[in-house]
């Protein structure tokens, strides 16, 4: 298969430079990481059925435990001046509903946007107003012909899109003039990647991208937003100690002490509220 030459954030040719996963191009000019070639429907397949297992919490519901999402209420809280409910908001990628229905809890009118038909319809089958679709011009025009929504939330699904540019200018042009943006991705730079672990290995074959901290923020201000805030997420220790195969006496023993260092270290996730500039 030939690799794609151009850049999918900013449209650059690439030299096809080799990035540490051998998966990924390093794009010259804006430094994204960008999948040389594009997966096979094999691949994406096994993608599915991945994610499905990674969310589905053994059954097939969305998880309704939002003690550890709670935190990003306050950072939504915090970029909106507390004013969220009634807020309308889109939950691109919701999966089985997670946080459409965390979103819901909170007051805000969500709706969610997935490209699954049976994880949309588990979604609906728990009460949730979840749309079936990929995040699209089309997909905008048939299901929310001039629509706008306060918020529109990306939360570890930005890097499945096959164009930034577009994808940035519809949330432009689909957000309301208090109206935010809410990323959360995997970010490259994470300890659980430094023994050689691929960078796929959490999000899968379909990432068409894997963004650093400072790729993802200089692609949000070339396309016209402004950061209002970010915040990094730290590696589990638990995460850290399965990445770093550690094993036995001294596994047990990082996993007990590395939780108040962790934060030291570069972030595993990393989340940006954008607004349109
Ligand atoms: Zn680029």
Not at 37 to 53: F, G, I, V
Not at 105 to 132: F, K, M, T
Request: include cysteine; charged fraction near 20%.
């Amino acid at each position: 298969m030939p690799l794609d030459p151009l850049c999918p954030a900013c449209g650059a040719k690439t030299s096809q430079e080799r990035a540490v996963d051998p998966a990924f191009v390093r794009c010259p000019a804006c430094g994204l990481l960008f999948r040389g070639q594009k997966a096979s429907p094999a691949e994406l397949e096994d993608l599915n059925n991945h994610r499905l297992s990674q969310h589905d919490h053994g059954d097939d519901k969305p998880n309704l435990d939002f003690r550890f999402v709670e935190p990003e209420m306050t950072l939504l809280r915090q970029a909106a001046g507390d004013r969220l409910a009634g807020w309308r908001a889109l939950d691109v990628g919701t999966a089985l509903g997670d946080f459409t229905a965390f979103l819901d809890h909170h007051g805000l009118q969500a709706i969610g946007l997935e490209p699954s038909a049976p994880r949309a319809a588990i979604g609906r089958a728990h009460g949730l107003d979840v749309r079936n679709g990929r995040f699209s011009r089309e997909m905008f025009d048939r299901e929310f012909a001039g629509e706008r929504f306060d918020l529109i939330s990306f939360r570890e699904c930005l890097y499945y899109m096959d164009d930034y540019t577009e994808t940035l200018s519809l949330c432009k042009q689909r957000l309301t003039p208090r109206g935010f943006l809410y990323i959360r991705v995997h970010v490259a730079e994470s300890p659980h990647y430094w023994r050689g672990i691929p960078l796929t290995t959490r999000i899968g074959p379909a990432a068409t991208v894997f963004f650093t901290r400072s790729t993802l923020i200089g692609m949000l201000n070339r396309n016209g937003f402004s950061v209002v805030t970010t915040h990094p997420v730290p590696l589990s220790p638990g995460h850290a100690v399965e990445a770093w195969r550690l094993r036995g006496v001294v596994g047990s023993l990082a996993s007990r002490l590395l939780g108040p260092v962790m934060p030291w270290f570069p972030p595993d996730r990393f989340v940006v509220i954008a607004r349109p500039s």
